[in-house]
């Protein structure tokens, strides 16, 4: 007690205490820098783009055959119910505008093409906007007669359109270079009013395209913890006998002998009851280290068995693209350097792949592009 008693109190020097916000200001301005500097996950912005707008391009395909008993005149749900239920809701719809089926049948080629054009990046920052407008018409019109696959492809297409998902692996981007390539870029000087304005909107752009992107991340990351809790609040999940009532539904077998034949392993079955809640519970605590790798690669099974055995390809494939959100830019590089390799192999008179003097075949995908 002495030695304690004589020992000198412990006191903070003004060094460290304007040391430590200091510190926060450092951060806080290395975060502003990220967010404003440039726009981050662009490939993972086009592979959202490119993925949705190719998922919705063959919903609405496979749907060509009953587009009148689900969104047309012709439907159940009436385009007068539909117009009440917007009244209530606060809906629209461009598919309500008019009970001709002429008008129906261009809204329904209207939204082909806008997915096609959507899914190649022409003009991406005019046609994802129409993109957004066609998902939610068609989701709105028709709110019950679909699986809630498309729920997830509205909220999407909606947070897209403030991305820079057009910067790669579009038709906007590959145009961009060749521009580039012919020195069509120049531009003749401006005056300071003029590089401020667009120093401005470049810093907008990033801005709104990092924010979208987070947005995304964080919505994907409260599905899965969300629906995480939700089971483990049930009995079924916690005895893991949950997916042997789901694969004795009939509504969702698609395939009756192969989900009769995959509830026989009783095992197997608990197994993916208790790795399924556990994943989805973990899932938003795993994305900053390299755990969430495997983690991924689980999910796109558990996906690719949900569409399978149950019958709701639309909802995993929104949820599989969601996923590549979480993915880094050199994995998607990575990607496309394996897709040029080929080209660079030795042809069948034995010539070697160009040397570094020569130019590529393919266009870097790493130049700036407009939206």
Known sequence: METERSLPPCRRTPEADARAPRHVSERIGELLTVVTGRPVSLYAAAVLRIGYGLLYLVFLLREFPHRDQIWGPGSPWTPELARQLFDQTGWASILTLSDSRAYFESCYVLALVTSALFMVGWRTRAVSVLFAVVVASFHSRAIFMTDGGDNLVLLMA???????????????????????????????????????LR????????????CGMFVIAAQVCFLYGSAGLYKVQGG?????????????LDLFRPWPELSLMADEYDVLIAIACYLTVLLQVAFPFVLFGRLKYPVLTM??????????LMGLPLFSGAMIIADAVFLPDRFYRSLGGLCRRPSRRPDARGTGAPS???????????APSSH
């Not at 999940?237 to 004795?248: E, I, P, Q, S």
């Open 356 to 366: 570094r003097g020569e130019p590529a075949l393919v266009p870097s995908q790493h």
């Open 199 to 210: 120093d401005s909107r470049r810093t907008l752009t990033s801005v709104l395209h990092n």
């Open 236 to 248: 079924t999940w916690g005895n893991g006998t949950a997916l042997h009532y789901v694969l004795n």
């Open 158 to 196: 909606v947070y897209l359109v403030f991305t820079a998902c057009g910067r790669r692996w579009s038709l906007d981007a590959r145009r961009t270079r060749l521009r580039a390539s012919t020195g069509k870029t120049t531009r003749p000087p401006v005056a300071g009013a003029a590089v401020r």
């Open 299 to 308: 999910l796109l099974g558990m996906h690719l068995g949900i569409a399978v």
